[in-house]
């Protein structure tokens, strides 16, 4: 069982920057992929980025690619993502999500059996 906490949401302008946290619980935390989602208003909710378990695989979606950065502290059982140059088309709730198993297609969201409640991000043009 894992449990997620996201933190770090809030409004920005267009270019600046946003930390998302995701404070983790239980016992398989360090076992897990970790993945970002993101769901705007009237959207589907989105693939943003994944982690796996060791830090080295990661993968983003293609919007964020070069912008979004997602690590993981093992120690502190905790996922961020990093946003930069953050855009309007940005805005909508990130979710943090957890898997147990192997690194196998992380981009769907599908296959994730754990969810934070959200969090918030707005950016202004």
């Known amino acids: 069982q894992v449990q997620l906490v996201e933190s770090g949401g809030g409004l920005v302008q267009a270019g600046g920057s946003l930390r998302l946290s995701c404070a983790a619980s239980g016992r398989t935390f360090s076992d897990s992929i970790m993945g970002w989602f993101r769901q705007a208003q009237g959207k589907e909710r989105e693939f943003v980025a994944a982690?796996?378990?060791?830090?080295?695989?990661?993968l983003y979606a293609d919007s964020v690619k070069g912008r979004f950065t997602i690590s993981r502290d093992i120690a502190k059982m905790a996922v961020f993502l990093q946003m930069n140059s953050l855009k309007p088309e940005d805005t909508a709730v990130y979710y943090c999500a957890a898997r147990p198993g192997s690194w196998y297609y992380p981009v769907d969201s599908k296959t994730y059996r754990y969810w934070g409640q959200g969090t918030q991000v707005t950016v202004s043009s």
């Open positions: 982690i796996g378990w060791s830090g080295i695989n990661t």
